[in-house]
């Protein structure tokens, strides 16, 4: 049987039983955001998915709406708290993805679904990253989330693409608890995101 068709079940499976036993930290978590940075309690952006669908992705909020003087966004760094960087740290702003999962829009693995602005600039083999379903996690974030460049994480991105196995996603799920365990690779140094992509 073709593995992206298991892939696929497996995904549906496992997000709807997590989306069931995990609402009472959905709650609690959406509250003390609430709190801690004020309504909308999530970040909703659109996203390109397989084959460069696009798609609304669900995060926890992680960042407050501070404006500068000219009425624009200020900087990502002053917009982040102590609060937004543990949210981030543990990577429980990532939850609410099990909808993009249940949707059928992401799976529990696979290359991490990057600006729809970025589709402008792959070439012809980076834009191959789209042909597997964004992740949750992914082979670039076993390898250094942020703290690797965006030619490294394209390599991977690509290499997952053409090599979707079980056994692969097994690996990058362990590594990933592991990963989020130890809080490893979070942020690039100096920065709370990776510079845009651009060429």
Known sequence: MNYIFIKSFLDYFVAFFLLIILIPVFIFLGFIVFINLGSPILFIQRRPGYRNKI????????????????????SDEKRMNKFGNWLRSTSLDELPEIINV????????????????????????????HNVKPGITGLAQIKGRNEIGW?????????????????????????TF??????????????????????
């Open 151 to 175: 030619n490294k994480k394209f390599k991977y991105d690509i290499y997952y693409s053409k090599n979707l196995s079980f056994l692969l996603d097994i690996k990058i799920l362990i590594i």
């Open 178 to 199: 592991f990963k989020v365990i130890t809080k490893k690779g979070i942020n690039q140094k100096g920065s709370v995101n990776m510079p845009f992509f651009k060429r």
């Open 102 to 129: 249940l949707k059928g829009e992401m799976s529990f693995v696979g290359p991490r679904p990057l600006l729809v602005d970025y589709l402008d600039f792959y070439n012809s083999e980076e834009i191959k990253r």
């Open 55 to 74: 798609f609304k992705i669900y995060k926890f909020r992680t960042m407050h709406n501070t404006s500068n003087k000219n009425g624009e966004l200020a």
